[in-house]
């Protein structure tokens, strides 16, 4: 059973926000705001954005981006996981099927 959310203070480029989330999320929470912070700020010192919902924007859209990356490399890799192992499996009916004595009427 969930316990009745709290209230967790984070900041984000020196202003803080208030959000409410599960007690069990809330090193979670604390993790993506601090990753968002950083993502924020290395915008922020490149000169090119000014303002906080511009900045909040730019960095949303980089780590959506980096997310959709991410899965596509592992959807890639399972995909060549799953080719690897239907080759084995292959190469092992036609071993078996190989040592199969032939039936004869």
């Known amino acids: ?3 009745e959310p ?11 926000f208030t959000v409410n989330c599960p ?15 950083e993502k924020m700020a290395d915008i922020r010192r490149t000169g090119k954005l000014i ?4 900045i909040a ?3 949303a859209l980089n780590i ?8 596509r490399e592992q959807s890639g ?3 060549a996981d799953v080719q690897q192992l ?3 499996i292959d190469n092992a009916l036609g071993s078996a099927k190989r040592r199969e004595p032939e039936e004869t009427d």
């Open 1 to 3: 059973m969930s316990q």
């Open 86 to 88: 239907c080759l084995k």
């Open 57 to 59: 924007v730019m960095a």
């Open 23 to 37: 007690p069990e999320a809330r090193a979670e929470l604390e993790a993506a705001a601090r990753y968002l912070d």
């Open 51 to 54: 303002g906080l919902e511009r």
């Open 77 to 79: 890799d399972l995909n």
């Open 64 to 71: 959506s981006h980096e997310l959709i990356k991410e899965r």
């Open 6 to 16: 709290q209230t967790v203070s984070i900041r984000l480029l020196e202003k803080e």
